[in-house]
């Protein structure tokens, strides 16, 4: 069975940082993309950032581009997100979102940040 855990969230004061982890399991092979979204209260799920493997590409939205980092980690089946310079708009339970061949996407359950002094 696929899995996948995000931890890391939690309060940060505005201008402060957070790494958030995505860990895989049941799946053995290359992830094809994963990425991760998020969802304020009262606003739709977004997109946030997405790395695919090949050919190998990022993407941020651009509400966050400049101050998260994407990564991942093969060996580990692991992505994280680096987010410096929080603000209290970055307020909001972040998802990871995994796709692997022939286009199965799989969601973890999400982990809460909140930016608040």
């Known amino acids: 069975q696929v899995r996948l855990v995000e931890s890391g969230g939690g309060l940060v004061h505005p201008g402060g940082s957070l790494r958030l982890s995505c860990a895989t399991s049941g799946f053995t092979g290359s992830w094809y993309a994963m990425r991760w979204y998020r969802q304020a209260p009262g606003k739709e799920r977004e997109l946030v950032a997405r790395?695919?493997?090949?050919?190998?590409?990022?993407f941020y939205s651009d509400s966050v581009k400049g101050r998260f980092t994407i990564s991942r980690d093969l060996r580990r089946n692991t992505v994280y997100l680096q987010m410096n310079d929080l603000k209290p708009e970055d307020t909001a339970v972040y998802y990871c979102?995994?796709?692997?061949?022939?286009?199965?996407?799989?969601w973890g359950n999400g982990t809460q940040v909140t930016v608040s002094s």
């Open positions: 790395t695919i493997s090949t050919p190998s590409t990022t």
């Open positions: 979102n995994a796709v692997r061949p022939p286009g199965i996407d799989y």
